[in-house]
């Protein structure tokens, strides 16, 4: 399993307290919200707050092309990536 998908499962584990799973639990290609871990939008706001606390993330508005990185864990594990070297290429 990818270091920062892990991350980000047990991210979503302890932010959104869902203490019965492990990230074994959680397909980094299963969908997030609705069908899959059936996640809600109170849980997606959250789930941005802690994003943005332990990966520096710029969350500015919700929009589509959000929502689309918000989708997987996979899909989230790539949007803290291009994050992060957004972060790194405006630092250097």
């Known amino acids: 399993m990818d270091e920062l998908e892990l991350r980000i499962k047990r991210l979503i584990i302890d932010s959104l307290k869902l203490e019965d799973l492990t990230p074994d639990d959680i397909a980094s290609d ?11 939008s109170i849980d997606a706001l959250e789930l941005g707050v802690a994003l943005r606390k332990t990966f520096g993330l710029t969350i500015e508005t919700v929009t589509d092309d959000l929502k689309l990185h918000f ?22």
């Open 30 to 40: 299963e969908p997030l919200f609705v069908e899959g871990l059936g996640l809600d």
């Open 71 to 92: 989708r997987t864990v996979s899909t989230l594990a790539e949007f803290v990536r291009s994050q992060q070297k957004d972060i790194e290429h405006h630092v250097a």
